[in-house]
């Protein structure tokens, strides 16, 4: 499988862009009117809502607690109250929380203490065994293509079938699912799963998940970490104990689904974005931001009453920062003929981000890499928003289809998608510092996944810019005449990005 740059470096100006493949553009919708009426002060009077019911509730509006009810029970009121039908999607879900912080320690032959991390789905427990390096890690580590450590069960010596022994595993080729897999099936009873060692893959593994839950503990170090562990592997018996503290359970959680009752139904535009926050916090930026503009959006078309010609779909997934589940749960249980109607899917997550960029998903593929473009239609819904902006004199950057929020099942399933992002942990450059002011060297969103992601964690500018943006392309696309190909359903000429291609499932990465 192909690994792609996570980080997409250089900065490309998409009102100066040439694009790479001539996307017929979709007609103009004046949108003035819907506009004016999605305000800041709109947006903020349901993120107020928000940050209450987390208040109320333990702090969190995760999917499977309390909050995350309350904060579906006042969408659904809502969209009710303005006319919509509204529906909801229940469906379980592999609940995990981290109770206490990972611990590795070597035992002998000297004691040493590791920092180190639980990756998402670990099992819980402590293991005291032999450490056993698979027989392929590379050190020093090489370019790409990298470590392919553990991704086979060959790669294992065979564990000990009486004595615990837990594996050393470096990171890289395959997925961190995969890797668990086989040192289960070769016998192990824990994992320590080390970073790559190339550049940008050094730090401490963390952020990572096993997509699935797994039964044995599973932890992340760092590179040197690593190497470090592995050189005391080859020079003689290494023991270490590992534990993990976490509790991993099927809870149910929802989404929440309102159609316009009006709007040609064999042309659906589901416009989405995720309810959930993280068990760290009240999630308000991430994605009260984005659940507040969508929410926004549809109380203000119902207000002004516009006329969708083809019919919208809000959709408010859930159990998003699990791995895209709500909106996985939602396209794979679409009949055939559900799913022909789906005309397209704009996703909204994170849109208030302190220190922001005005991210617009990569429709086209002009920042790709290998120039991977979304299904045909993405680059049309990008050039939407492009020239939106342009038209506004701001300037947008674009964002890579990585698989981190819930269009991936939309592409999956080759749907046109397309949408904003303000930022996350990524840092700001001094090129994107000069094009869209904030602090350079600094994250977009310093509150990312914490629990500061509170009402003091927004930017006003960006929920105006980037609210406006939505209920521009959101009403372009329910009024549209041209769709987004001519006659004879001219295709983008692009390769195109396939779900393969993601490093991450939302925010935790995959491999
Ligand atoms: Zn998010």
Redesign the pocket.
Known sequence: MRRRAVVLTGLVIAATLVPVTAAVAVDDVNTNKLRNAVTVNGILQHERVLQRISNDNGGTRASGTPGFEASADYVKDQLTGAGYVVSEQEFEFPFFQELAPATLDQVSPTETSYETATLEYSGSGEVTGALVATTNVVIPATEEPSSASGCAVGDFVPADSVEPQVALIQRGTCTFAEKVAAATEAGYDAAVMFNEGNPGRTELLTGVTIGEPVAIPVVGISYADGVALYEATQAGPVSVAVSTDVITETRTTRNIIADTPKGDPDKVIVVGA?LDSVLAGA?IN??GS?TSAILETAIQMSQKHVKPRQQVRFAFWGA??SGLLGSTHYVDNLTDAELSTIYANLNF??LGSTNYVRFVYDGDGSADPDGLAGPPGSAQIESIFDQYFAGQGLATAPTAFDGR?DYGPFIAAGIPAGGLFSG?EGIKTEEEAAVFGGTAGEPYDACYHAACDDMSNLSTAALNELGDATAHAVMTLAKTKSGFFEDGSRMSLAPQISVDDFDYR??QLLR
């Open positions: 995720h999630g991430d994605n984005g998003e920062e997550d994170m929020s996350a939302g925010s």
